[in-house]
């Protein structure tokens, strides 16, 4: 079992920054792939940027070159920076844990709010 708690989230102009964080415990953190997703008012959840237990990352298109995730196993936490901020990046952002045992272990967070208005 895994728990995941974002944090991060809020109000940021175009063109601002953000960091979320997702602090995992209950497990052996270093060994799930993390992942950010979000979902939009009226639109499906979709992947944003994911990074595999062994440090890979991949990216959605619309973010690419301007969100970065990373991990910290010491910490057992995920992060994403976001820069350059547009409105069409307002969403409720998840924290996502994955791993496969012989079955597809997979957690989600609570989610937290990204609002970019001016």
């Known amino acids: 079992q895994v728990q995941l708690v974002e944090s991060g989230g809020g109000l940021v102009q175009p063109g601002g920054s953000l960091r979320l964080s997702c602090a995992a415990s209950g497990s052996i953190f270093s060994s799930y792939a993390m992942g950010w997703y979000r979902q939009a008012p009226g639109k499906q959840r979709e992947l944003v940027a994911r990074?595999?237990?062994?440090?890979?990352?991949d990216y959605a298109d619309s973010v690419k070159g301007r969100f970065t995730i990373s991990r910290d196993n010491a910490r057992n936490t995920v992060y994403l920076q976001m820069n350059s901020l547009k409105p069409e990046d307002t969403a409720v952002y998840y924290c996502n844990a994955n791993r496969f045992v012989g079955t597809s272990l997979v957690f989600w967070g609570q989610g937290t709010q990204v609002t970019v208005s001016s």
């Open positions: 990074i595999t237990s062994g440090g890979s990352t």
